[in-house]
């Protein structure tokens, strides 16, 4: 009856002189599996190039399929292509069972379809105890005290040890840290020369009257050289205060960025000198004069730019 069947199937799907005369259908499976062991079952389908294949659903009683792959291999002439479905397949039943025949789909280039069949296999299911008469269960055996090391409590007190270790090292760094010895921070730079230089000036100007009054203004005349002479030693790089006149003036003239005659210094120092060795007062005009000459000769010495910035020109 499935052969009828499937010929009026044919006869209503394609023509006569079907074109599924060159397709084939085999079967590959083992003869002999056990009970519960899964087996391949492949099946090799080979159709014309522009075909395809494909395994429908259908039953396999008392089969059962696990998994099915595919894979396609074309002729090297082109002309054809082999499907290869490998069904992988698993019987409980324990006796000589048939598996197939097995229906395959094939559809053409042109959507025409056909189903072919493959032949059939006998399987022999047999079973591990089939060589006992009357198999039965192993009785039940006394339980066994089986002793297994537990390292939990190993465990847990070393990641305790660790957290510890940890906390005992840090705190010890940490101590450290605070109490090493620490590079003490650079101090300030110094103020430039002119600033030092101002400042000495204008304390001197202030203690003018005093020095006047109490008649010593010859250590007054003293001091206002002497803070010029430090000036323009640290301004261009000598020992202004160890230096004669003469040789500041042999200083100046080398300095490159005086802005000044050095003439215009020398003098001013040779007037202290005149009145340090004559050992001579100076009243109170003369006094005025020497601070503000002191006074200038610092501000016209002074680097251009930082005349610009604040101070006057």
């Given at each position: 009856?499935?052969?009828?069947?499937?010929?009026?199937?044919?006869?209503?799907?394609?023509?006569?002189?079907?074109?599924?005369?060159d397709?084939?259908?085999?079967l590959?499976?083992?003869?002999?599996?056990?009970?519960?062991?899964?087996?391949?079952?492949?099946?090799?389908?080979?159709?014309?190039?522009?075909?395809?294949?494909?395994?429908?659903?259908?039953?396999?009683?008392?089969?059962?399929?696990?998994?099915?792959?595919?894979?396609?291999?074309?002729s090297?002439?082109?002309?054809?292509?082999?499907?290869?479905?490998?069904?992988?397949?698993?019987?409980?039943?324990?006796?000589?069972?048939?598996?197939?025949?097995?229906?395959?789909?094939?559809?053409?280039?042109?959507?025409?379809?056909?189903?072919?069949?493959?032949?059939?296999?006998?399987?022999?299911v047999?079973?591990v105890?089939?060589?006992?008469?009357?198999?039965?269960?192993?009785?039940?055996?006394?339980?066994?005290?089986v002793?297994?090391?537990?390292?939990?409590?190993?465990?847990?007190?070393?990641?305790?040890?660790?957290?510890?270790?940890?906390?005992?090292?840090?705190?010890?760094?940490?101590?450290?840290?605070?109490?090493?010895?620490?590079?003490?921070?650079?101090?300030?730079?110094?103020?430039?020369?002119?600033?030092?230089?101002?400042?000495?000036?204008?304390?001197l100007?202030?203690?003018?009257?005093?020095?006047?009054?109490?008649?010593?203004?010859?250590?007054?005349?003293?001091?206002?050289?002497?803070?010029?002479?430090?000036?323009?030693?640290?301004?261009?790089?000598?020992?202004?205060?160890?230096?004669?006149?003469?040789?500041?003036?042999?200083?100046?003239?080398?300095?490159?960025?005086?802005?000044?005659?050095?003439?215009?210094?020398?003098?001013?120092?040779?007037?202290?000198?005149?009145?340090?060795?004559?050992?001579?007062?100076?009243a109170?005009?003369?006094?005025?004069?020497?601070?503000?000459?002191?006074?200038?000769l610092?501000?016209?010495?002074?680097?251009?730019?930082?005349?610009?910035?604040?101070?006057?020109?």
């Amino acid at each position: 009856m499935r052969g009828s069947a499937t010929i009026v199937a044919l006869s209503l799907l394609v023509p006569a002189g079907a074109w599924a005369q060159d397709r084939a259908v085999t079967l590959e499976a083992p003869l002999e599996t056990t009970l519960g062991d899964p087996i391949d079952v492949i099946l090799t389908v080979t159709t014309a190039a522009s075909d395809e294949a494909a395994v429908p659903e259908q039953p396999f009683e008392p089969f059962e399929i696990l998994g099915k792959k595919l894979s396609i291999e074309p002729s090297p002439d082109g002309k054809s292509k082999t499907f290869t479905f490998e069904l992988r397949m698993l019987c409980f039943e324990i006796g000589q069972h048939e598996l197939g025949p097995v229906r395959v789909r094939i559809t053409s280039a042109g959507g025409e379809l056909v189903e072919l069949e493959s032949d059939t296999r006998s399987i022999d299911v047999h079973s591990v105890l089939a060589n006992e008469p009357d198999p039965q269960l192993k009785p039940p055996t006394d339980p066994v005290v089986v002793e297994q090391d537990d390292y939990r409590l190993l465990i847990a007190l070393g990641a305790l040890l660790a957290v510890v270790l940890g906390a005992l090292l840090a705190w010890l760094f940490m101590r450290w840290w605070h109490k090493r010895d620490r590079p003490e921070p650079a101090p300030p730079p110094p103020p430039p020369p002119w600033e030092i230089a101002l400042a000495e000036l204008h304390e001197l100007e202030r203690d003018r009257g005093a020095a006047i009054a109490e008649g010593s203004t010859e250590q007054w005349v003293d001091a206002v050289s002497d803070s010029i002479r430090a000036y323009f030693g640290r301004r261009f790089g000598f020992h202004g205060l160890e230096s004669t006149t003469v040789e500041i003036a042999e200083e100046l003239g080398r300095a490159k960025s005086l802005t000044i005659e050095p003439q215009d210094a020398v003098g001013f120092l040779g007037q202290c000198d005149l009145v340090k060795f004559a050992k001579a007062s100076l009243a109170d005009e003369a006094s005025r004069t020497l601070i503000e000459d002191a006074l200038a000769l610092v501000e016209r010495t002074r680097p251009a730019a930082v005349m610009q910035d604040g101070g006057p020109s």
